[in-house]
């Protein structure tokens, strides 16, 4: 068994998260996302294994909403329960916060990480075709918080 804390980022996380976000989506530029982040997230929660970070996940403040912009887990600790953590976490947040709903885009490709959202309640509510750089379309899940 792992033992991995959920905690906040704190500073010293950064180029983790760095790490992480290359080694997850090569396609994009991972210190620009890093930075984004990090100045316009409303919370950054990571996994800590032994101080390293090993994932995160980022969410963004739409008044009454929250979107997962960013959620991965270092490769060699996938399949570990961390991502479920991670997700859990991101939706106690967001209640704790009064979200009525939270929100994300995932690849019509990525079964995994849909998988991951069902089994936590989101779903599709939308398809956004072409939505990213490579041309593929992404779903747009979410998850109603209202009344819960
Ligand atoms: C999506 C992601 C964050 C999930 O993190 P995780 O730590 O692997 O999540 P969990 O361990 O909680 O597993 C989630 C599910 O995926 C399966 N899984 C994921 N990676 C796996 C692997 N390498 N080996 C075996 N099973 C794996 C698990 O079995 C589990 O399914 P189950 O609950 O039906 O058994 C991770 O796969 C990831 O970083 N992917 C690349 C980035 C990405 O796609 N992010 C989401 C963008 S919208």
Same mark, same amino acid.
């Given at each position: 068994?792992?033992?991995?804390?959920?905690? /906040?980022?704190?500073?010293? /996380?950064?180029?983790?998260?760095?790490?992480? /976000?290359?080694?997850?989506?090569? =396609?994009?530029?991972?210190?620009?996302?890093?930075?984004?982040?990090?100045?316009?997230?409303?919370?950054?929660?990571?996994?800590?294994?032994?101080?390293? $970070?090993?994932?995160?996940?980022?969410?963004? /403040?739409?008044?009454?909403?929250?979107?997962?912009?960013?959620?991965?887990?270092?490769?060699?600790?996938?399949?570990?329960?961390?991502?479920?953590?991670?997700?859990?976490?991101?939706?106690?947040?967001?209640?704790?916060?009064?979200?009525?709903?939270?929100?994300?885009? $995932?690849?019509?490709?990525?079964? $995994?990480?849909?998988?991951?959202?069902?089994?936590?309640?989101?779903?599709?509510? =939308?398809?956004?075709?072409?939505?990213?750089?490579?041309?593929?379309?992404?779903?747009?899940?979410?998850?109603?918080?209202?009344?819960?």
């Amino acid at each position: 068994m792992l033992s991995v804390v959920i905690r /906040d980022y704190e500073v010293r /996380d950064f180029k983790d998260i760095v790490a992480i /976000d290359a080694e997850a989506f090569g =396609d994009r530029n991972p210190v620009y996302d890093a930075y984004i982040y990090v100045t316009f997230g409303s919370d950054l929660i990571v996994a800590d294994l032994g101080g390293a $970070v090993v994932g995160y996940i980022a969410l963004v /403040d739409y008044g009454k909403e929250a979107k997962i912009i960013s959620f991965a887990v270092k490769r060699e600790f996938r399949g570990k329960g961390i991502g479920s953590k991670l997700l859990k976490a991101a939706i106690e947040r967001c209640k704790q916060r009064g979200k009525e709903r939270i929100l994300l885009e $995932v690849r019509v490709s990525n079964v $995994v990480a849909q998988r991951l959202y069902k089994k936590n309640g989101f779903k599709i509510i =939308d398809v956004i075709p072409n939505y990213y750089n490579d041309g593929e379309d992404a779903y747009l899940m979410a998850l109603d918080l209202k009344g819960q």
